[in-house]
């Protein structure tokens, strides 16, 4: 089971940037797949965005194409969410998750990432 822990959260006035990073420890980061979710407050987590095992496939959730970049960086077993035009409705906690059994595939539902880092909280105002 890899550890993952996220930062880069904040306060965030709408339009704005955040880059949120995720780093994680041990060997297995570099065949594993990545995602980020997020949990707005009252609401269940939803994905927001994945990476596949070597960076070259991403697949992102709608609200976040056009606005949202997800990548990796190997050499810091680091994975990143930059997050453009910010809307107040992206207010939540981000959360970086990995499955538990790792396939290399991008994964897109919630319900296939058992691992997850304790998140960072982005509050956008408008």
């Known amino acids: 089971q890899v550890q993952l822990e996220e930062s880069g959260g904040g306060p965030v006035q709408a339009g704005g940037s955040l880059r949120l990073s995720c780093t994680s420890d041990?060997?297995?980061?570099?065949?594993?797949?990545m995602g980020w979710l997020r949990q707005a407050p009252g609401k269940e987590p939803e994905f927001v965005a994945a990476?596949?095992?070597?960076?070259?496939?991403?697949a992102y959730a709608d609200f976040a194409k056009g606005r949202f970049t997800i990548s990796r960086d190997y050499s810091k077993n680091t994975v990143y969410l930059q997050m453009n035009s910010l809307k107040p409705e992206d207010t939540g906690v981000y959360f970086c998750?990995?499955?538990?059994?790792?396939?290399?595939?991008?994964?897109?539902?919630?319900?296939?990432?058992?691992?997850w880092g304790h998140g960072t909280h982005v509050a956008v105002s408008s």
């Open positions: 990476i596949n095992w070597n960076g070259e496939t991403t």
């Open positions: 998750a990995a499955p538990g059994s790792p396939t290399g595939i991008a994964r897109t539902r919630v319900g296939e990432y058992s691992n």
């Open positions: 041990g060997d297995r980061f570099r065949t594993t797949e």
